[in-house]
């Protein structure tokens, strides 16, 4: 698990909620504090949907954050910044093999269930953690260590400046 303070916080904001970089992520669940707070749970009610409906959803869990942000801009935009927010994103099920793939790693697809992003935003401040969950134990942390360079080369090529915290 890595933090990374993110040191311009309306670039990344903007690529966030009006760009597409975060886009294929899935939202595990969002939080925001402004005049009212909001909390969402990106969990897809699936019985909402129809069969075709449901097609839209790669991975039929949690929606996505192109789906969400549009939404997520109108609670936090206005003339004042919001107090904090937190949004926890998941790489959806589908890209995990692939991904797993290609950085060379044995884990079997079916025992990661979640390779996470984590942004806080608190006292102007921004940060981003990134995080695993796995359904077995292991002493092994190449998993945590490939999927941490892989969020900072995300951020590298979104040509975002951070420290390590």
Known sequence: ???????????LTELL????PFDRFLVREAHFVTGITVDLDGTLNGDYYDSDEM????DQSYVTWKSMKALCFQIIKGKKLPKRFHIVLKLS???I??????????????????LFLTLRYENQQLTC???TALSVFTMDKSLDQAWDRQ????????????TES
């Open 1 to 11: 698990m890595k933090q990374l303070i993110i040191e311009d916080v309306k670039k």
């Open 17 to 20: 909620f009006i760009g597409d």
């Open 55 to 58: 097609t839209a959803f790669p």
């Open 93 to 95: 099920g589908t890209d």
């Open 97 to 114: 093999s692939p991904w797993l793939m290609k950085n060379g790693l044995n884990e079997a697809p079916e025992t990661v269930k979640g």
């Open 129 to 131: 953690t990134s995080g």
């Open 151 to 162: 969020m900072m080369r995300f951020f590298k090529a979104l040509e975002i400046a951070y």
